[in-house]
């Protein structure tokens, strides 16, 4: 109901439309519990949600017009958990990954770029070995991408359509993947 | 706790965990991911999110909500409308000094002797009192849109200075 029905009445910001405004703030006032739960449950801090629950609410006025009717709620819990996944991924990075020793990406190890050299080619193979047998014991959502990358050598894009992921998810989730099986690998997995 | 099953969806223990606050931050990172783009698990978050009890939001929400947007709007508005007056402006200023009748000859009329000093005073003029009218316009504009970042700022310490 309130979707198509802001979405016709108003789409880009003029200053004045006070209908449109009421409505929003309505739907603002019926639906702020779920949406800062949603983000407390993601964050667990009380600033943070508040802050993400302002910038759902942002981000949904400003996209009123796709809001499918009957449906606010899904859309709003959506709009919450991607605010959330922005902040949490950030947050990861900056405090994980850039502390990772990234040393293992050598010219010896199958997981780097750099073309092997004969020698390499045959330690690799043990390696290779190796690797698909850590790659079967990596849990969900890494092992059926890494499984579909490292040892059926499909790219991104085909996963991303098999498994009907986003390319940017799967992209994400080869990388996380990736840093657990050096992890393993370095500690003699 | 497994977080996916086999085929690739989040858990109903996974689901539940998030639920209760009881997922570590790479978990919640995951679930958030999956939830993006899972139209079936989003499904069913919502409504375990439905049966259970909701966090009250903080009473500042609606209001800062409201207001980020207001601020938006008139940023918006202010932008595209003081872009508008320029360009118009700056046409006025052009036409006033004849930059366009200079710019399409007439070639069956002899070239036209410019303006004396003193034929060209008056235009001046008239050009100098347009460009002060919108001045004046962007001057308002300008001042309404720092008040109301202002008030925002105001309202944004009063609440971070609260326990």
């Known amino acids: 109901m309130y979707g198509k029905e802001i979405g016709q009445k108003k789409r880009v910001y003029n200053g004045g439309d006070a209908v449109s405004t009421k409505e929003f703030a309505q739907m603002l006032e019926q639906y702020q519990k779920l949406v800062y739960t949603v983000c407390y449950q993601m964050t667990g801090d009380h600033f943070q949600a508040q802050d993400?629950?302002?910038?759902?609410?942002?981000?949904?006025?400003?996209?009123?017009?796709?809001?499918?009717?009957?449906?606010?709620k899904p859309w709003l819990v959506r709009i919450a958990a991607n605010k959330a996944k922005d902040y949490l991924k950030s947050a990861y990075?900056?405090?994980?990954l850039t502390a990772d020793d990234d040393t293992a990406l050598t010219?010896?190890?199958?997981?780097?770029?750099?073309?092997?050299?004969?020698?390499?080619?045959?330690?690799?193979?043990?390696?290779?070995?190796?690797?698909?047998?850590?790659?079967?014991t990596l849990k969900e959502p890494y092992a059926l991408v890494c499984t579909m990358h490292f040892l059926q050598d499909k790219t991104i894009d085909e996963i991303s359509r098999e498994l009907n992921r986003p390319y940017k998810t799967v992209h994400?989730?080869?990388?996380?993947?990736?840093?657990?099986l050096q992890k393993?690998?370095?500690?003699?997995g | 706790m497994e977080?996916?099953?086999?085929?690739?969806?989040?858990?109903?223990?996974?689901?539940?965990?998030l639920n209760t606050g009881h997922l570590d931050e790479l978990c919640r990172l995951e679930a958030a991911e999956h939830l993006s783009f899972c139209d079936e698990c989003l499904l069913r978050y919502t409504a375990i999110l439905e049966q259970g009890e909701l966090i009250t939001a903080p009473d500042t929400l609606k209001p800062k909500t409201l207001a980020e947007l207001r601020r938006r709007s008139l940023r918006l508005f202010s932008n595209r409308y003081a872009t508008a007056i320029a360009a118009a402006g700056l046409a006025l200023v052009l036409?006033?000094?004849?930059?366009?009748?200079?710019?399409?000859?007439?070639?069956?009329?002899?070239?036209?002797t410019p303006p004396s000093q003193q034929e060209q005073e008056p235009l001046f003029a008239e050009a100098d009192k347009l460009v002060k009218t919108m001045n004046d316009h962007l001057n308002e504009l300008l001042k309404l849109a720092h008040k109301t970042e202002q008030d925002n700022g105001n309202n944004q310490n009063n609440i971070y200075n609260r326990e």
């Open chain 1, 52 to 72: 993400l629950a302002q910038e759902t609410f942002i981000a949904a006025y400003t996209h009123l017009d796709s809001c499918p009717t009957g449906a606010e």
């Open chain 1, 93 to 96: 990075h900056r405090r994980v």
């Open chain 1, 107 to 136: 010219d010896s190890n199958p997981l780097s770029n750099a073309p092997p050299t004969p020698e390499d080619i045959s330690v690799s193979n043990e390696q290779l070995a190796q690797i698909t047998r850590l790659v079967h």
């Open chain 1, 172 to 180: 994400t989730q080869i990388y996380r993947g990736k840093i657990l």
């Open chain 1, 184 to 188: 393993q690998l370095k500690g003699g």
């Open chain 2, 3 to 17: 977080m996916f099953n086999n085929d690739g969806h989040l858990t109903e223990q996974a689901l539940q965990s």
């Open chain 2, 95 to 112: 036409w006033s000094g004849g930059v366009f009748g200079a710019l399409i000859p007439d070639k069956t009329q002899p070239p036209p």
